[in-house]
């Protein structure tokens, strides 16, 4: 049987990368709720597009998920982020 995850919520930072897409869709597959973390920058850490976060989202809430984006900088803002999941999440 799979690791469930059930009433826990979980932060992936990069949320919105390859990788961190495929942790996010596991994690709500597996009872988890959330938070996809992500600033939207590219590759060379330019630029910020809150997009793709909202796309991850999007997908997970769509297969009967929990989760919200948050666009803080993980680095200098995660605070925030912590902030952001208790607040919707609890």
């Avoid at 803002?77 to 912590?82: A, C, L, P, Q, Y």
Wanted: net charge negative.
């Amino acid at each position: 049987s799979l690791l469930r995850f059930d009433g826990q919520v979980i932060v992936v930072t990069g949320g919105a990368g390859a990788l961190g897409e495929a942790y996010c869709l596991e994690f709500a597959r597996r009872g988890a709720s959330v938070v996809v973390s992500d600033v939207g920058a590219g590759m060379a850490g330019d630029g910020q597009n809150s997009k793709a976060a909202d796309q991850v989202v999007d997908k997970i809430v769509a297969a009967g998920g929990k989760a919200i984006a948050d666009y803080h900088n993980i680095a200098t803002e995660g605070e925030k982020v912590v902030d952001a999941a208790v607040q919707h999440f609890g």
